[in-house]
């Protein structure tokens, strides 16, 4: 706990230091007499244009910047209509009053000026927040997954499952388009993508009736790197990272050519690594104990290659195309020791000795066709379809050998092998319409979406003799097919009145779905059939009441259906004692949820929610009724989850070269339920009631000759995942820092990665008749080197006039 809470001190106390000579800068922007309404005010600073505060003029046109360190900046205004005007601002201990600006309409003739500018690590916009990955040095050489542990309000337990807001089902989209994989296979996918591939991360809670309607917690977008400099360009990335037991490495390239009509893109990103992983498992049922130890060493190799296209057909309309190919390659050794007592004497009985060796592949291929039209009349029209087929194959072989008390004296051996194989096809069409309307916007559109899942199950006994001979034991092997079709259509309108936005949508999806077992075990379940009508409406009302401050209100219903592996009621062996098995009469999870928000500045927003989620679902560890020894995991319907949530997410510049932010997520959850075993007299309950915090800081800080330093960290408290497992705390300090190398085009990041290893989990179950305390950890501490060299024309053009009369401060520009 005292290395948690150096995090916290090492990251959360910079800000408080420094609250001296600061200024204000103020002024008003006009087009001749007439005020200009709502136009983007940036200030820069003048050296590199770093962004250091965002805001925009109020309805008198006026605007204003507080709290201003000393020295050199530059203020850029815009506005739909008018040309960008840069305005030079010099602070030296006293406040600078720009009285009127005038913004010149467009309508002289546009030179090109090259504008570098550096984006804030958070931005909170009217919908969203999105976390630009490319500001964070040390998510250099991370995997997407990873990365995510970092953005606003997200969390992932020791299952790689993923919480937003103490929400702990998410729907994770990439570059606009939904997965729809399990738990174990997103983990996977997201492991895949490289942070050097990801522009952004956008954080989505209370999506609009435009979005499916599946996530209680929300959405999360990964948006992928897309350059839009004209002209062949490009860059590579090679990374390097050392941890506890072994090295991994990472490499990329990107390739884009662009002119005024056509778009080309190619990425490529590979990775392989050998990874070290231990578990521990104390576990009393039945009158004994199990006192488990294991550590798995693992090869992990994976490539992800995306090319595209996009094509401007003339002003209203374009086309687009992207091709995905995701693959791994990965074996996971591991080997265990399980040591069984009687509890009552604490007498030791037996030894379980387990080596296992798992080999899953993963090959995902995708295509997406996209068209657009706009007109000037604000009409838009966008189609989007997509094909997928995911193939997963896992096959593991697991040697189990039970010895006597003395560890050594062969008691029995129970050597099996398990061929998993999954098949998943995606098929998704959607359209979205936009029109101007009494004085707002309409907006409607219709998708339709089918997932075709075939898993293949063969479990096979192995000779005790010779591992070469394996029989295929038909009742422990199955084959389950299942079919998913959702049709949805909505509509929504929004619309500005005075200081008020507002917005209402509705969004009805219908689901069919269908799932098929064949086995030979007596199951009278073998299908699993629903279909079901349900209706989602969305709202949110947001108050401008000046240019500081905005206050909202959204409510949205949303629902999470269980996937194929919830479902097969096929019970199949991970391992000698752990068991798995799907519900068949697992039902949908419904969730309401209102929030209000304040938002200061454009930068500074607290948020508070409470959500209501119904028939809420988590995945069960509990006692097998038929064998003493084993657990099984199950998914079930609790009677309900209610979680209240405070948010609170701050970016400050402390210094002109010293930039801090902070996100601060608590939370209660309450779990309710109880319910008896069928053939069983015994009740069940479950009954949690959990404060938590969730948090993430980092300082940035800009030195001279092109160097940068980060500390940066996460701390996630005390909680409870799935109902029953009590979490400890966990958390993460990081340091990191960067150098521009090759005239700016060239940059090298040289970071370390918990650094007072603080990563580590621990869970604690209570749950039925089973204690189960189960803890473990990874190379999370790592040392790494990234080194990026973008070639071609690697700076975005921006247009400026002539008559702006910032000719020298643009040329400062070009510099930075």
């Not at 739909?80 to 030296?92: D, H, S």
């Not at 729809?180 to 990801?198: G, P, S």
């Not at 010779?466 to 309108?493: C, G, M, Q």
């Not at 948020?607 to 509990?622: E, G, P, R, V, W």
């Amino acid at each position: 706990m005292k290395k948690l809470f150096l995090i916290a001190l090492f990251i959360g106390t910079g800000q408080f230091l420094f609250a001296q000579n600061s200024q204000n800068i103020k002024g008003i922007v006009q087009d001749g007499a007439a005020p200009v309404p709502f136009a983007t005010v940036a200030l820069h600073l003048a050296k590199d244009s770093t962004l250091v505060k965002a805001g925009y003029s109020n309805d008198n046109g006026t605007f204003a910047f507080n709290s201003i360190e000393n020295g050199n900046y530059l203020i850029s205004i815009f506005s739909i209509g008018y040309e960008k005007l840069f305005v030079p601002v010099n602070i030296a201990n006293q406040d600078v009053d720009l009285g009127t600006l005038q913004l010149p309409k467009a309508t002289t003739k546009l030179d090109e000026v090259v504008v570098t500018t550096r984006k804030p690590l958070v931005e909170v916009q009217s919908d969203k927040t999105v976390f630009n990955v490319s500001s964070n040095i040390n998510a250099a050489g991370q995997n997407a997954l990873e990365v995510l542990r970092k953005a606003p309000g997200v969390s992932i337990d020791n299952n790689n499952r993923i919480s937003v807001q103490g929400k702990n089902t998410v729907t994770v989209y990439i570059d606009g388009r939904q997965t729809i994989f399990t738990t174990a296979q997103l983990a996977e996918y997201l492991k895949t993508m490289q942070a050097a591939d990801i522009e952004a991360i956008e954080i989505i809670t209370q999506p609009s009736a435009k979005y499916d309607a599946a996530g209680n917690a929300g959405i999360i977008n990964i948006r992928l790197k897309k350059n839009t400099n004209l002209g062949t360009n490009g860059s590579v990335n090679l990374g390097l990272a050392q941890g506890s037991h072994f090295a991994k490495f990472n490499g990329s390239l990107a390739l884009n050519h662009r002119t005024k009509k056509l778009n080309l893109f190619a990425n490529y990103t590979n990775s392989t690594a050998k990874n070290y992983q231990e578990m521990r498992i104390y576990r009393i049922q039945s009158g004994q104990i199990f006192n488990q130890a294991a550590e798995t060493i693992s090869d992990e190799l994976s490539h992800n290659a995306r090319i595209g296209a996009d094509y401007t057909i003339n002003s209203k309309n374009t086309l687009g195309v992207i091709f995905n190919y995701v693959g791994s390659d990965n074996t996971f050794a591991g080997d265990g020791r399980n040591n069984i007592s009687d509890q009552a004497t604490n007498q030791a009985r037996e030894v379980l000795f387990s080596r296992t060796i798992t080999k899953p592949k993963l090959g995902n291929i995708s295509g997406n066709i996209n068209y657009r039209f706009a007109d000037t009349s604000g009409r838009e029209l966008n189609f989007d379809a997509n094909v997928m087929r995911y193939d997963n194959s896992s096959i593991s072989d697991q040697p189990n050998r039970y010895t006597f008390a003395d560890g050594v004296t062969t008691k029995s051996i129970n050597n099996f092998a398990m061929d998993t194989k999954t098949t998943i096809g995606l098929y998704n069409a959607k359209l979205d319409y936009e029109q101007k309307l009494w004085g707002g916007k309409l907006s409607t559109g219709a998708k339709f979406s089918l997932v075709k899942t075939d898993n293949d199950f063969a479990f096979y006994s192995i000779d005790k003799d010779n591992s070469a001979i394996r029989k295929l034991i038909a009742e422990k092997s199955n084959l389950f097919a299942y079919t998913e079709n959702v049709n949805a259509a909505y509509f929504s309108y929004k619309r500005k009145a005075g200081k008020w936005d507002l917005q209402a949508g509705l969004r009805a999806e219908q689901t069919n779905s269908e799932g098929n077992l064949t086995s030979t075990q007596n199951n009278p379940l073998n299908k699993v059939s629903r279909n079901y009508l349900d209706f989602f409406p969305s709202a949110g009302i947001t108050y401008n009441l000046n240019p500081k401050n905005a206050f909202g209100l959204t409510y949205s219903r949303r629902i999470d259906r269980p996937n194929y592996q919830d479902l097969n009621p096929f019970e199949n062996k991970l391992d000698e004692l752990t068991f798995q098995r799907g519900n068949p009469f697992l039902r949908p999870q419904y969730t309401n949820s209102v929030a209000i928000s304040h938002t200061y500045a454009y930068a500074m927003t607290t948020a508070l929610s409470y959500s209501h989620t119904t028939d809420f679902f988590a995945q069960l560890t509990d006692i097998d009724n038929n064998n003493s020894k084993a657990t099984y995991l199950e998914p079930r319907n609790l009677a309900s989850e209610r979680t209240i949530n405070l948010n609170l997410s701050v970016p400050m510049p402390i210094k002109n070269w010293w930039m801090f932010y902070a996100n601060v997520n608590m939370y209660n959850s309450r779990y309710d339920a109880d319910f008896t075993e069928t053939g069983s007299t015994v009740k069940k309950v479950v009954s949690q009631n959990i404060y938590a915090l969730n948090f993430y800081g980092q300082n940035t800080f800009t030195l001279p000759k092109g160097w940068t330093l980060e500390v940066s960290g996460w701390y996630n408290s005390p909680s409870v995942w799935g109902g029953v497992f009590q979490t400890n705390a966990m958390g993460s300090l990081d340091l990191g820092v960067q150098k521009t190398v090759m005239k700016e085009k060239g940059t090298i990041r040289v970071s370390a990665t918990d650094i007072l290893f603080t990563s580590p989990w621990v869970g604690i179950n209570r749950f039925g008749g089973l204690y189960m305390d189960a803890r473990g950890s990874w190379e999370s501490r790592l040392i790494k080197v990234n080194f990026t060299y973008n070639f071609g024309n690697t700076q975005m053009k921006a247009a400026r006039s002539r008559s702006t009369g910032a000719e020298d401060e643009a040329k400062r520009l070009k510099k930075g």
